[in-house]
């Protein structure tokens, strides 16, 4: 293998959503140790995220058809317009990050041809001349870990860099956003159903923490504004909808300031994990909670990790009721949020994801 050129100019790829982006975090700073730039390159939505990680010097952002969700046709000129923007960018070297089922090689191929001489991937695909480095990562890890090790593969980092999540800057003052006093926040939506709450279910969760004696907050995204409306029907004032009211460095500090997050599978779940909050996952076993689960904090996973979806990928749920969500009890997270925030947390639930 040639060894990587770790003191120049290098791009590192992620091109999916926040909560992928903000598992590259750990391996983005491993990079920043040594180089001189560090540009991260995201799909669509991924810019503010990856502004906020720390060693990130700039950002480039493309949709991949190979890539995202619902890919659009590939467009031959924004394609161009990409091996240009790489062309300019004068990298030394690149690093490509995917999960297990996607290939590294389509970008590969344009980093290529925008003259990268050093790329380097996880892949199982036979790279021929596209890849220097064929990183083969170690089976089961988290993904934050898959990313680190594939730097530290290629000659990045030290002993010192670690998997924790992190996200950098001002945050603004949560008190003005989710009202005095601690709290506890609710996030049941996510961009694919298969891995959200339902409206009642959520609804059932927010009742037991108020009656608890919690304070609680339900966050949201603009098109789940329905969802949140519905969690906090019942609660009177002692919960708080801020469904499609934050944008993301406010939802970063509602999530610092919390006591506990209660959240389904969904990047505000690893934003909360960046910020050092506690998490109770609500986790759909459409992939698998051992390498997606929020990561580096205190984590009470929940939810029928047995489900006849499980490792389906599936988007939406194929299962009449979504019972591996529903089926859990609202007693049991009230149990697991008083776990999660619990002084000795830190050293008995950093672990505790199922296998």
Known sequence: MRPAPTTGRVLVARLD??????????????VAETAAHVTLLVGPGGREVAGMLPGVDAVLEFTAPWVVLDPPPLDPAAVQQLVTALAAGRFDAALVLTSYHQSPLPLALLLRMAGVGWVGAASEDYPGSLLDLRHRPVEGLPEAERALQLARAAGFGSAASTSRLAVAGPRPDARPL????????????????????????????????VAAGHRVVVTGGPG???????????????????????????????????????????????????????????????????????????????????????????????????????????ADVVAAVARVAAPSAVEELRTEVPA
């Open 17 to 30: 959503s926040l909560g992928d982006v903000l598992l590259a975090g750990p391996a983005v700073r491993a």
């Open 178 to 209: 989710a009202g005095d006093g601690p709290y506890v926040v609710v996030h049941p939506g996510a961009a694919v159903t298969a891995r959200a709450t339902t409206g009642p279910h959520a609804r059932a969760l927010v009742d037991a923490l």
């Open 224 to 330: 789940e504004r329905t969802l949140t409306a519905a969690a906090t029907a019942g609660a009177g004032e002692r919960a708080r909808d801020l469904g499609g009211r934050l944008d993301l460095r406010e939802l970063a500090g509602v999530l610092a300031g919390a006591r506990a997050v209660v959240a389904v599978n969904t990047g505000p779940a690893h934003l909360a994990a960046a910020v050092g909050t506690p998490v109770v996952s609500l986790f759909a076993p459409v992939v698998a909670a051992s390498a997606w689960a929020p990561h580096g904090v205190p984590v009470v996973v929940l939810g029928d990790q047995d489900a006849p979806c499980a490792g389906t990928r599936a988007r939406t749920c194929p299962v009449p009721g979504h019972p591996c969500l529903t089926g859990v009890a609202p």
